[in-house]
């Protein structure tokens, strides 16, 4: 067919004079012949819907899919999100030099990762984790220990010597594990 001619098919059900009016649609997707009720829904002529009943079941059990792994996802972040147990790690990038991030996270490489892909160079660098059963005790402790000797401070970005950040942490192993 031709870009911008119509062309039409013989309905028997449709008198000779009117015959000239009945446009032949196909299926958008698979081209199949679209005839009310056989392969296409009458409801759809209304918003320009051009797909056979086959090609939308499928689209229709595809969106069914993708709305159940929505579902599945929010409850996985759910689960995830409320477990205790995880890593303090410290974040060093060597654009700022003796700057230091002190935050927490159920996976510090994985949490490494996701810093990466904001910087082009991946300059990023996990340079200590540490494994707490309460991971959320154990960073706010290292923040309240750590802000006591840094020099400056920017919400979890402290100024200040690696070493003294490390041990800070590994003082605080039994205190937060309780």
């Not at 899919?65 to 996985?76: D, P, Q």
């Not at 700057?99 to 082009?120: C, F, H, V």
């Not at 290292?142 to 490390?166: P, Q, T």
Request: proline content about 2%; aromatic content about 12%.
């Amino acid at each position: 067919m031709t870009r911008g001619v119509r062309t039409f098919h013989v309905r028997k059900d449709i008198p000779d004079p009117h015959q000239k009016y009945i446009e032949d649609k196909k299926c958008n997707r698979c081209g199949t012949q679209l005839i009310v009720p056989d392969t296409w829904g009458a409801g759809n002529k209304r918003v320009n819907n051009y797909l056979c009943n086959t090609c939308e079941s499928m689209i229709s059990k595809v969106n069914r899919l993708k709305r159940l792994a929505r579902v599945v996802s929010r409850s996985v972040i759910k689960q995830y999100d409320t477990a205790k147990d995880g890593y303090v790690y410290i974040i060093s990038n060597t654009a700022w030099e003796f700057w230091y991030k002190i935050g927490m996270a159920i996976d510090a490489e994985d949490r490494l990762n996701s810093y990466q892909t904001s910087d082009p160079f991946r300059n990023y660098v996990l340079e200590y984790s540490k494994y707490f059963s309460n991971r959320r005790n154990a960073e706010a402790i290292a923040h309240k220990n750590i802000g006591r000797i840094s020099v400056k401070r920017r919400g979890e970005w402290f100024y200040l010597n690696l070493g003294d950040a490390k041990n800070i942490i590994e003082e605080i192993v039994d205190e937060a594990n309780t």
